[in-house]
């Protein structure tokens, strides 16, 4: 993949739950190439489906970060419903260089990873509350998080943005992330499209 897009933003990616000891030594082969932008996504998560073996995820996870840090590399990390395990290992593997992807949790950890100089991305689920209070609160949220640690997501094809919630996500259905976030920062969409896209350039070192 590396060698096939040499401008894209290409990483050594497996899905969580799902690396292995083979799978990283598969990374380590992707992460010597120059054309690599980033290792992931990588992480914990302890709401299943994927391992129930915790502390070997936990054991992998820090293997990565080690491994984005021998070859500078961001890290895209995947954490649901395991803060306290991902910055654990964040905090014991030294490397505080990527983003948090596929955000799930609130404005405390949210703190806790922008502290670290983390990237937290949103993907369509914030467009899926009905409730004012609910709004409210990811509008919060989303402007909380600093303009230049912003990053919006599809993570298809899973978390579908509203009006397609339920079906299979696709890259293209992202305008929806773009146009409800917009709406809760108080930005036209072409601006935040073209902020996100500098921020996604430098993090990951596209010039």
Known sequence: MAKAMPRSVSAASTGIGTVSYTHLRA????????????EG??????????????????????????MAKRY???????????????IGSIKNGGWDLGVIHCWSYGLAEARAFL??????????????????????????????????????????PYMAPAPHRGKTNTPYLVRHVYERAAEYLGMDVASLALLVHANARELFSVK
């Not at 380590?28 to 932008?37: C, K, P, Y």
């Not at 391992?51 to 992998?60: I, P, Q, R, S």
């Not at 899926?128 to 990811?138: F, L, N, T, V």
């Open 27 to 38: 990374h380590e082969r992707i992460a010597a190439l120059s054309q690599t932008r980033a």
């Open 72 to 86: 500078a590399l961001p890290v895209i990390v995947h954490s649901r419903e395991a803060f306290d395990a991902t």
């Open 41 to 66: 996504e990588s992480g914990s998560r302890d709401d299943g489906p994927g391992t129930t073996d915790l502390a070997g995820e936990e054991e992998l996870f820090g293997l990565q970060l080690d």
């Open 115 to 156: 502290d670290r100089g983390w990237y937290i991305s949103f993907p369509g689920n914030v467009t899926w509350a009905k409730k004012e209070s609910d709004r409210e609160r990811i509008a919060s949220l989303l402007r909380y998080v600093p303009r230049d640690r912003l990053l919006l997501e599809t993570d298809s």
